[in-house]
C-alpha cells in the first residue's frame, strides 16, 4: 500500500528524498498538481511511472529541477533555445511554466519517449523545491493521476488513484495546490519558433512581452493540434496530453452551452428531467437558475475570480465522481471568452467532456 507523510516533518523529506535515491516513486504537491516522481537519470525507476499510471510509453515525462544550472546536463541548445530558455527561465521560474528545448544524448530515452527533446521546468511551492534540493536529482514527473484521468491537486486524490502502488510515498502538504491545472507547456523550437502545446496560467502575453523587450526576433504559434479522441502508440503527436478525452471523470460529462453565444455550435437536448442525477459546476453563478433542480451545484468561484476557478476544477470533478445518485456532470462554458486564464481551464473543460456540448430544455 502506498502511505501519506506530512511535508511539515523535516524526517518525512528526509525519507522522500532517500526513496527517490534509491529509485522508488514519490508523488509530491506542486504549485499546479500532484507530480508522481523519480529519478530522471534511473530508466528502471522511469518505468515505475509508466507502470503505475498505466501510460503509454509514447508520452514523454517533464523532469522537475531545482535550479537552472541543473538543465546544463540535460540538454544540446541551440543559440536560439538558449537565449530563450535563458530569460523565459530566469523570468518564470520557478513557476508553471514547462520549457522544452533538444535533449541531451545521455539522457534516458524512456524520458523523452524517444524524441530529441526534453520538458524543464521549475516548480514553485517549498514542499517541491525542499523535495528537489534535498535530493539533488532531477526529477521526472508526470500528473500523478491514473493515465487519462483527472489530475490530482492533494494527497487523497493520489492516494484514490495510486493508493494500491506497493512502494509509493505520497507527501503532503498543508494546502491544496494553488493552481490546480498543469503548466503552460512551450516549445522553443531549434531556430525562431515557438510553439504553445498547452495553455496554462503563464500566457503567451506575458511569454511574448518579456522575449520582445530583450529583442528576441521569434514567432510564437499556438499549435491547433488535431486533437485525437483514441490513443495510439504510433500516433506522433506534439504533445500527447491534447487527447480529446483526458482529464476526463467516470461520469458523462456534458458542457453546458452558453446561451448567448454567438457562434452556433451543436449542442445536444439535455432534458430537465435528467437534472436531479447531475452535479452542475458553475462559474460566476452563470447557470444558478438551476441550482434548486440539480442533485448538487457547485461554483468554481461565486465572484468569477479565476485562480479560485482552476484551484477548484480538478477537486470539484472528483468530489462528483463519488457522489452518490450522480449520472450526469455539466460544466461551464468559457468557449467565448478571451482571457488566456479562462481558456487554460477551458482546456480542461473542453476534455473532461470530450467535447460535448447539451442545452437545457
Ligand atoms: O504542471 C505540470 O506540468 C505537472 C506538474 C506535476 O509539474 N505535470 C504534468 O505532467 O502535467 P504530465 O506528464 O501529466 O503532462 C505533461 C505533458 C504531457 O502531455 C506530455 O506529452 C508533454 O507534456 N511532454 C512532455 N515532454 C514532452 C516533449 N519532449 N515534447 C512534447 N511534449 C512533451
Ligand atoms: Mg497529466
Not at 436531479?276 to 465572484?303: A, G, H, P
Amino acid at each position: 500500500m502506498a502511505k501519506i507523510v506530512t511535508a511539515l516533518k523535516p524526517e518525512s523529506l528526509e525519507e522522500c528524498s532517500q526513496f527517490l535515491q534509491s529509485g522508488e516513486l514519490v508523488a509530491f504537491p506542486t504549485e499546479t498538481v500532484y507530480g508522481l516522481g523519480a529519478n530522471a537519470l534511473d530508466e528502471k525507476a522511469l518505468e515505475k511511472i509508466f507502470l503505475a499510471k498505466g501510460r503509454p510509453k509514447s508520452d514523454p515525462l517533464i523532469v522537475h529541477l531545482s535550479g537552472m544550472v541543473q538543465a546544463e546536463s540535460l540538454t544540446e541548445m541551440t543559440a536560439f533555445q538558449r537565449q530563450c530558455f535563458d530569460i523565459l527561465g530566469n523570468q518564470f521560474w520557478p513557476g508553471p511554466l514547462t520549457i522544452i528545448v533538444k535533449a541531451s544524448r545521455y539522457l534516458p530515452k524512456i524520458v523523452t519517449a524517444g524524441g530529441d527533446s526534453v520538458a524543464l521546468r521549475i516548480p514553485n511551492g517549498e514542499t517541491a523545491l525542499k523535495l528537489l534540493s534535498l535530493s539533488k536529482l532531477p526529477i521526472a514527473a508526470p500528473s500523478a493521476n491514473k493515465f487519462g484521468h483527472v489530475s490530482p491537486t492533494k494527497a487523497q486524490h493520489v492516494m484514490d488513484d495510486l493508493g494500491n502502488e506497493e512502494k509509493l510515498i505520497i507527501l503532503e502538504q498543508d494546502h491544496d495546490c494553488k493552481i490546480g491545472i498543469e503548466s503552460t507547456i512551450i516549445k522553443i523550437m531549434e531556430d525562431y519558433e515557438i510553439h504553445l502545446l498547452r495553455p496554462g496560467f503563464i500566457s503567451t502575453l506575458q511569454i511574448s512581452s518579456i522575449l520582445q523587450k530583450s529583442n528576441i526576433s521569434f514567432s510564437l504559434k499556438r499549435v491547433k493540434k488535431t486533437i485525437v479522441s483514441n490513443y495510439s502508440e504510433d500516433e506522433k503527436l506534439d504533445s500527447p496530453g491534447q487527447l480529446l478525452t483526458h482529464y476526463s471523470p467516470n461520469i458523462e460529462s456534458f458542457i453546458l452551452a452558453d446561451k448567448n453565444k454567438k457562434n452556433n455550435i451543436s449542442a445536444d437536448i439535455f432534458l430537465k428531467s435528467l437534472l436531479r442525477k447531475t452535479i452542475l459546476i458553475d462559474f460566476n453563478m452563470k447557470n444558478i437558475e438551476y441550482s434548486e433542480q440539480v442533485l448538487k451545484y457547485y461554483d468554481l468561484s461565486k465572484s468569477g475570480n479565476n485562480l479560485e476557478a482552476s484551484k477548484n476544477l480538478f477537486s470539484f470533478l472528483r468530489q462528483s465522481e463519488i457522489e452518490q445518485n450522480a449520472e450526469y456532470i455539466l460544466l461551464p462554458d468559457f468557449s467565448e471568452e478571451n482571457d488566456e486564464e479562462l481558456s487554460a481551464i477551458f482546456d480542461r473543460i473542453y476534455r473532461a467532456a470530450s467535447g460535448k456540448y447539451v442545452a437545457i430544455n
